[in-house]
């Protein structure tokens, strides 16, 4: 009876040793995850071919499936990735696989990004012939004109829109009216220079004109310059945006990152620190002043 009783303790002491060790592991990302969703990007960052991108997206998503199938796939980090994999797919199976995992991802970590969330569920109830409900899928006409797919504005409400960071209604009809508004690009095609252009946007109205002045627009032409190499002509990007719009962080922050990488350290903490004092939650500007300092 006693070596019985013993047995019993030792076993508990095993099993309960067991449980902690198992309440330490720490659950990892997947980094081939991570490696495949960098290659789905890399695709769409360089010249576009699409009959080899559709390959590799269908290889993509079969090595995706295996690491499901074997149990490879585990944290929220790699649900969001793979999620993303198949959100790139081009039918209603891959579009309810991507929503299903984004879901898996979110419910393992609250705090994600919402908005891949909204997209997803637009994209796959489009793919089966229903309309969305947050509003984030638009279409170009032949024509050139831009439209918002068929929307059931009635499931979701605005404020449910703000908690994924989807636009408002309002927001969206604004961002159509913009969509379908001339590109500055225009006008350097037509030979003007950037100076040109800084002092032409200058004399415009952001609401009335008949060119796209929106926040977003200067700062995606301003990174496009900096890939190519114009630092100086993006900095007159990026410094115009600031003047556009004196109460947005994110352009004091990107001016503050084309600064950095033209070398004026001086004047890219002053464009931080503007950042940061206009959003404290800025972590990027917290992150590269930390640096800099």
């Not at 995850?33 to 559709?54: G, K, P, T, Y």
Request: glycine share 4%.
């Amino acid at each position: 009876m006693r070596t019985i009783i013993l047995l019993a303790i030792i076993v508990g002491v095993v099993s309960c040793d067991f449980r902690k060790e198992r309440a330490r592991e720490t659950i990892l990302d997947n980094e081939e995850l991570l490696q495949i969703f960098e290659s789905d990007q890399a695709d769409r960052n360089q010249h576009i071919d699409w009959s080899i991108i559709q390959k590799n997206d269908s290889m993509r998503e079969a090595r995706v499936y295996e690491l499901l199938d074997s149990n490879k796939v585990r944290t929220s980090a790699d649900y969001n990735y793979a999620a993303l994999i198949f959100h790139h797919g081009e039918d209603s199976v891959a579009y309810g696989m991507a929503l299903k995992l984004m879901k898996k991802s979110l419910e393992l970590d609250s705090t994600g990004n919402k908005w891949y969330l909204a997209v997803i569920t637009d994209r796959y109830l489009l793919s089966i012939n229903k309309p969305q409900i947050y509003g984030t899928q638009y279409k170009r006409l032949e024509d050139g004109t831009v439209l918002r797919e068929e929307l059931d504005s009635t499931k979701i409400t605005d404020a449910g829109r703000i908690e994924y960071g989807v636009e408002t209604l309002a927001e969206q009809r604004e961002k159509i009216i913009n969509l379908n508004r001339k590109k500055l690009t225009e006008l350097l095609d037509e030979g003007k220079t950037i100076d040109e252009l800084v002092l032409f946007v200058r004399n415009e109205d952001p609401k009335t004109s008949q060119y796209d002045l929106r926040e977003t627009w200067f700062n995606h032409f301003g990174y496009n310059l900096m890939n190519e190499g114009r630092k100086e002509d993006a900095l007159k990007i990026f410094k115009l945006n600031t003047e556009l719009y004196p109460d947005r962080y994110n352009t004091f922050d990107s001016y503050g990152e084309c600064l950095m990488e033209s070398g004026d350290n001086e004047n890219a903490i002053i464009a931080f620190k503007k950042s940061l004092e206009l959003n404290p939650e800025n972590e990027h500007a917290k992150e590269v002043l930390s640096k800099m300092k």
